[in-house]
């Protein structure tokens, strides 16, 4: 197959007219999987050259059915690096590239003379961004970071145990930290390419799986550090059991009449009061025990009784029918739950561009952002003359190198970000911006952002770090003004408004960029600005469902036929748990490297431009292995039944003391590495395991195996081995963090300073650059930088005391 693409610009005009984001920028992408793979395929979808070094023996990896959407509009130079003339050969490359991307393994790196330290000596100039399973150091370096094996090691799996009727961790299907992990690699890119624009000097810039993972970790490590001020949270911040809990009215799954799954957000009182209009509820806000803000009756017979009607209700129509009445009402957050497959058809997912089509007429990942002065082009496959006399170009025009050795700061130091947005994935991705260096001042409404209101403001404290806050009215005049004069001298806003309402408050792009002509202004939503749902409200539980992360969760186990009453209350807690928070996140991450798209394009052509992302397009993303289709495409592999995994040397397995491993065996050299190290440790019961059983027999030898002894010794005596075999039932994600010894080492914790709370472990950052331990900020108070925000804007004492006094400006305390 080939992936010969056929995507033409939203304008054009602007076809060979206007230089791409990245016109210019080459990249050397050494590694395989979709690490590398997809950050690359992003970085020539955007007009970077790149030339990709394939491993001489096709990997494992490289044979799944997406691999080759990752390859798209790149070179391809075979070297085998163990012959010293071709290991030459790709130094004399490096010379005239500007980036060096790569996913081998530190030992590997080390043996074949590629290590960090050796490069930045010889190509000073060069930009390294390594990329790992478990980060570059510590003791879990040169374990085979794959991403179910991460995110067994970090308790992830833990997250979704109940949703299968038995005990136990769960696999977790999605591959969330390698879309994260890619997101930050990009990221990273992109902000040590603008800030070494003059200088020429390389970085050093590092992500991995394991920091990916970290992303999705939103709140419970943190407020389980301050267990005395949040006793009432304990339960919802403790790791999940496996006895399931119904969901909350307003984010709840239904199943309709023709058994398809239907999932709900309403998140907000208003959105929740559309809902029960929308389906004739509405009666129940009469009920004096009904709380209108915490969306419950306080009567839990009431409670229950009602959540079996509103059931009942979604039961007696269609889901197409449901959908065609709430897209027409426009005021409800409502979505059905598809596969990945049915996704690619899905009619928001098309109108904007999220899939395309090759000549061929096969069909795979759009863009990741649609830049609207700059375009992504994704390319056609390079033929072998073209890449040649590409590589003949850099060899004749070597990149200049730096001066002399500036000690570099963070990247983004002196980038100015006005974030105009709320809850978590916009939030979360200018946080990622403040990591980098960037000032970010946070334009919050009167009384705060609403996500500031739930659980204690603990999941505000997670989204918000790093930041600056002003508190103003909006819908004032003079609000609006000082958000003019804060815009006029940014580089970048970040909002997450639905159409209409930039316009409303004064903040749409026409009036911002007349006012600063160089800005990068980002537009978050939930579908697109194009299609049916364009001016429909979303939370994350949508894109979860409907772009096919929560039904590969569940190995569409999923009953299709209309169920009773108390399977349906099964079915949706099962669901929810399956549907969790990862939807956010992800978005961010998109969040985040879209504006440095941006930022990027503003060095090469001198403008700013509007920048449209949403929440279906980041989740297409981060279901990349499968949103794809073309002619015998294999389908995605299913976790088993009982979702251990997806085969017998990919699973998880029980052991002794009721703990769990995972095992990743992807390959012959992995299986005849595992098999050396059981008879190296002389353990006198195992017999040889015969790899060409069944499935059945080879999970059955397997099984009996691991259940001689505990989880800490399968990990202790294999992963030190470079086996990737590790506990999966030891801290879960909320304690995890603050306890391993590989965390610790990589620095991916940073002790932090709460205004109200006092000194705790934040979240670190997602990229590191030079090996350097980062200053991480804490989340402000809303409104805490009021005073010296307008001070900065010319405004006096007695002008600012007055828009205290008018309700134009308010500070939390």
């Given at each position: 197959m080939t992936d010969d693409v056929e995507a033409e610009p939203a304008d054009k005009s602007k076809r060979n007219t206007t230089p791409a984001a990245l016109t210019g920028v080459r990249v050397v992408e050494l590694g395989s999987g979709p690490t590398t793979g997809l950050a690359g395929m992003i970085l020539a979808d955007f007009g970077a050259e790149v030339i990709r070094i394939p491993s001489p023996q096709i990997s494992v990896q490289e044979q799944l059915p997406a691999a080759s959407m990752w390859h798209r509009g790149k070179h391809t130079l075979a070297l085998n690096l163990s012959s010293a003339e071709e290991h030459g050969k790709l130094q004399q490359l490096l010379n005239g590239a500007d980036v060096f991307l790569c996913n081998w393994r530190p030992a590997s790196l080390r043996a074949a003379n590629l290590h960090p330290e050796q490069i930045h000596k010889q190509h000073p100039h060069l930009h390294f961004c390594h990329v790992t399973g478990f980060g570059g150091d510590g003791p879990m370096a040169d374990c085979p970071g794959y991403e179910h094996v991460v995110a067994a090691y970090?308790?992830?799996?833990?997250?979704?145990?109940?949703?299968?009727?038995?005990?136990?961790?769960?696999?977790?299907?999605?591959?969330?930290?390698i879309h994260?992990?890619?997101?930050?690699?990009?990221?990273g890119i992109l902000a040590a390419l603008y800030a070494s624009r003059n200088s020429h000097q390389g970085q050093l810039i590092e992500t991995s799986i394991?920091?990916?993972?970290l992303a999705y970790e939103q709140?419970?490590?943190l407020g389980g550090q301050f267990r005395e001020r949040f006793p009432d949270l304990l339960p919802a911040l403790a790791a999940p059991t496996e006895d399931l809990p119904l969901p909350s009215l307003f984010y709840h799954p239904a199943q309709a009449a023709d058994g398809r799954w239907m999932q709900f957000g309403n998140l907000l009182p208003h959105l929740f009061d559309n809902f029960l209009i929308a389906t004739d509820l509405i009666d129940i806000v009469a009920d004096p025990d009904f709380n209108p803000k915490q969306l419950l009756l306080k009567d839990k017979d009431k409670h229950e009784a009602f959540r079996d009607r509103m059931l009942t209700r979604i039961s007696e129509r269609t889901a197409n029918?449901?959908?065609?009445?709430?897209?027409?009402?426009?005021?409800v957050v409502a979505g059905i739950y598809q596969t990945t497959q049915e996704a690619l058809d899905d009619p928001d997912i098309v109108a904007n561009g999220h899939v395309i089509e090759t000549t061929q007429g096969h069909r795979q990942l759009g863009p990741l952002a649609r830049l609207t002065e700059t375009p992504a082009t994704p390319g056609l496959k390079p033929g072998a003359s073209s890449t040649e006399v590409l590589i003949a170009q850099w060899l004749d025009s070597p990149r200049p190198q730096p001066e002399e050795k500036q000690d570099s700061g963070l990247p983004l130091a002196g980038i100015k970000v006005i974030e105009i947005a709320t809850i978590i994935a916009a939030p979360l991705g200018a946080s990622f911006l403040a990591d980098m260096g960037a000032t970010v001042i946070k334009v919050e409404q009167v009384g705060g952002d609403p996500f500031r209101g739930m659980l204690s403001g603990i999941g505000s404290a997670r989204v918000n770090p790093g930041k600056q806050s002003i508190s103003l009215n909006m819908k004032s005049a003079e609000g609006q003004k000082i958000v003019h004069q804060l815009v006029a001298h940014a580089d970048i806003v970040i909002h997450n408004y639905r159409p209409g309402v930039?316009?409303?408050?004064?903040?749409?792009?026409?009036?911002?960029?007349?006012?600063?002509?160089?800005?990068?202004?980002?537009?978050?939503?939930?579908?697109?600005?194009?299609?049916?749902?364009?001016?429909?409200?979303?939370?994350?539980?949508?894109?979860?469902?409907?772009?096919?992360?929560?039904?590969?969760?569940?190995?569409?186990?999923?009953?299709?036929?209309?169920?009773d009453i108390e399977n349906i209350r099964l079915w949706t807690s099962r669901l929810m748990r399956a549907n969790e928070v990862n939807p956010d996140p992800n978005t961010a991450m998109v969040v985040t490297s879209s504006v440095l798209l941006g930022l990027c394009a503003r060095q090469v052509n001198g403008t700013g431009q509007q920048i449209l992302i949403d929440m279906f397009g980041a989740n297409a993303y981060a279901n990349h292995d499968d949103f794809c289709d073309y002619p015998d495409k294999p389908p995605r592999l299913q976790p088993d039944e009982g979702l251990h995994g997806l085969t017998p040397t990919y699973r998880l397995y029980a052991c002794a003391e009721n703990q769990w491993v995972f095992l990743a065996l992807v390959n012959e050299n992995e299986k005849t590495k595992f098999a050396q190290t059981l008879k190296d440790a002389d353990i006198g019961y195992t017999a040889d395991i015969d790899w060409q059983a069944d499935d059945a027999r080879l999970t059955?030898?397997?099984?009996?195996?691991?259940?001689?002894?505990?989880?800490?010794?399968?990990?202790?005596l294999l992963a030190p081995a470079g086996v990737a075999c590790v506990a999966a039932s030891g801290d879960a994600p909320n304690t995890f963090w603050l306890n391993d010894a590989q965390v610790?080492?990589?620095?991916?914790i940073a002790p932090a300073v709460h205004p109200q709370w006092g000194d705790y472990f934040r979240h670190g950052p997602m990229v590191k650059f030079n090996g350097k331990t980062q200053s991480l900020g804490s989340a402000p108070l809303p409104g805490a930088h009021n005073i010296e925000i307008l001070e900065t804007l010319g405004y006096s004492q007695t002008q600012i005391e007055n828009f205290a006094r008018q309700g134009v400006t308010w500070q939390e305390g």
């Open positions: 970090c308790g992830r799996m833990q997250m979704f145990s109940g949703i299968v009727e038995r005990p136990g961790p769960v696999f977790s299907a999605l591959q969330v930290g994260a992990c890619v997101q930050a690699a990009v990221s394991l920091q990916g993972m709140g419970p490590m029918q449901w959908m065609s009445q709430l897209i027409e009402d426009g005021g930039p316009e409303r408050l004064g903040i749409d792009y026409a009036t911002l960029a007349a006012l600063n002509p160089g800005l990068i202004y980002l537009q978050c939503n939930g579908y697109g600005p194009d299609g049916p749902s364009a001016l429909r409200p979303s939370t994350h539980p949508i894109p979860g469902a409907a772009m096919g992360g929560v039904m590969y969760q569940m190995g569409e186990h999923v009953p299709d036929t209309l169920q059955a030898q397997l099984s009996d195996l691991f259940s001689h002894h505990d989880a800490g010794f399968w990990q202790a610790r080492t990589c620095g991916f």
